[in-house]
């Protein structure tokens, strides 16, 4: 069963606007780990923000922050203030805790282009 | 620069050939995980040794194989290769596992011909 969603192939924003990336995620496992990575057109994987199960509050780090909606099963990436240099592949991951196994799990990803 | 390195950058081989994948992760860091991308897959957990001593194992092929020598760095053996192999494979890096944030290295792009 696929643990990661991502619902949106492809999407486009205004440079300076605001872009919301969903992510949906399925776990029985109380304790998991949700991480937003950026992988360019260069190839490299870029970790950009990581969201614990029992985090309080939301993540955020500079222009990026996650909107943890735990009984939604949800962990949107929003990105602030769009950038040129934001055009890129995302990638919602989770790893479960509980496990023995150390693993990401990844969603298909949503590439974003900035339009100028 | 995630500190993770990895070499060869691009690989260009043949069907039936073996290659060897080398990663080196981030001062200090113990765990060493490898990944899969390729565009039907998606991104695939391969393997993950801590400290020299596979911990865990994902979806690798029984032709491919890996270990990490008392350096740290990692190797990903890869034989017998077929047309379906050609991927960007990642190695990835954690201060020691299950609660850290795995970095990634730039990839190899392996294509087999």
């Known amino acids: 069963a696929q643990k990661i969603t991502q619902t949106q192939p492809g999407m486009f924003v205004q440079e300076k606007e605001a872009v919301t990336l969903d992510c949906t995620y399925d776990t029985s496992d109380p304790s998991y780990g949700l991480f937003w990575y950026k992988q360019p057109s260069s190839g490299e994987m870029i970790f950009l923000i990581y969201?614990?199960?029992?985090?309080?509050q939301n993540a955020t780090e500079g222009r990026y922050s996650l909107n943890f909606q735990k009984a939604r099963k949800s962990a949107n990436l929003v990105i602030s203030a769009s950038q040129l240099g934001d055009s890129a592949m995302y990638f919602c991951a989770m790893r479960e805790l509980s496990s023995n196994d150390y693993k990401l799990s990844f969603g298909a990803g949503t590439t974003v282009t900035v339009r100028a | 620069d995630s500190g993770v390195t990895q070499t060869p950058k691009h690989l260009i081989t043949a069907t039936g050939q073996r290659v060897t994948l080398r990663c080196s992760p981030r001062?200090?860091?113990?765990?060493v995980y490898w990944y899969q991308q390729s565009l039907d897959q998606g991104l695939q957990f391969l393997i993950q040794y801590y400290n020299g001593e596979e911990r865990a194992k994902g979806n690798i092929l029984e032709r491919f194989s890996a270990q990490q020598f008392p350096d740290l760095h990692s190797e990903l053996n890869l034989s017998s290769l077929e047309l379906g192999d050609s991927a960007l494979y990642f190695c990835?890096?954690?201060?020691?596992?299950?609660?850290?944030?795995?970095?990634f290295g730039p990839g190899t792009r392996l294509t087999v011909l």
């Open positions: 969201q614990g199960s029992y985090d309080q």
């Open positions: 001062s200090g860091d113990l765990s």
């Open positions: 990835a890096s954690s201060v020691a596992g299950i609660t850290d944030t795995q970095y």
